[in-house]
């Protein structure tokens, strides 16, 4: 599997892909814990633009110290948004302190749902425990074993975006970049991987066709999404040092046959 040629740790990864998603603000990078098992957060010292208290900014105060998204911020127009300059909009990293699959996927749902994207971007970085995640459509049966997974203790769940099922384990890093919808860049998003592993690393990784990170002929990143109004999503995984027989032993399919009498 092409993802061993990466052999350093995720925390390295981590630290990586933080220093290339760079805050747009020039004042010092700061860093707070939100929460135990939710996120923590690295942004400008000075007072973020959406926060709350004091009567500034507008909207509702959230569990992550900023504010959730009101009705002026769903009446911008889609061509209103993309005229946003970018040195308008800030971009932070929140890294997640839960290694457990239900609860990054709730978290991640809970941003794109009330988070206030218009004028700030977030890339989140997760890493689950030992567990298959499955797209909004698909059945378990028939992309894993389930009564496999159940004796092995690896967890099941199911996520809000298509695609088809990954294995997630410590090392296995998962990115969720959200934007508004009218700046969705899938490209864009990937690029900003392969700069990293680049730069970091001098690993040549590329884009093919169908928005998977490549090297060698190997898949190392798979891609989905979730696009509604007015907010949107793209998460993709980045293999860095997984267990390849619990990922193929996981990914198996039941055999499962029904007999009518």
């Known amino acids: 599997m092409a993802a061993m040629v990466v052999k350093r740790s995720s925390a390295v990864a981590v630290r990586s892909l933080c220093r290339m998603y760079v805050l747009t603000s020039p004042s010092p990078v700061g860093s707070q814990l939100i929460r135990q098992g939710q996120a923590s957060c690295c942004y400008s010292s000075t007072k973020h633009p959406f926060q709350g208290g004091n009567g500034e900014g507008s909207g509702t105060s959230s569990p992550t110290g900023h504010l959730t998204m009101n009705s002026s911020s769903k009446q911008l127009s889609t061509a209103d948004i993309k005229k946003i300059p970018d040195a308008e909009v800030r971009k932070s990293v929140f890294i997640s302190q839960s290694n457990d699959v239900f ?6 749902d809970w941003i794109y749902r009330n ?8 890339l989140m970085l997760w890493i689950n425990k030992p567990s298959v995640v499955i797209g909004r459509h698909q059945n378990p049966f028939s992309e894993t074993n389930v009564s496999a997974l159940a004796r092995n203790g690896i967890e099941l769940a199911r996520r809000n975006s298509g695609g088809g099922a990954v294995y997630h384990d410590p090392g296995n890093l998962n990115c969720t970049f959200f934007m508004p919808r009218a700046r969705y860049d899938r490209k864009y998003n990937l690029t900003l991987l392969t700069r990293a592993l680049y730069r970091e690393y ?60």
């Open 103 to 108: 609860t990054n996927l709730a978290l991640e």
């Open 202 to 261: 001098g690993i040549n990784a590329e884009l093919s066709a169908r928005d998977d990170i490549v090297l060698l002929g190997k898949k190392i990143s798979g891609t989905a999404a979730k696009l509604g109004q007015p907010n949107a999503y793209h998460h993709c995984t980045l293999l860095v040092n997984s267990n390849k027989l619990h990922l193929g032993a996981s990914l198996e399919k039941d055999n499962v046959s029904c007999c009518f009498g």
């Open 115 to 122: 988070f206030d994207l218009t004028h700030h971007h977030i």
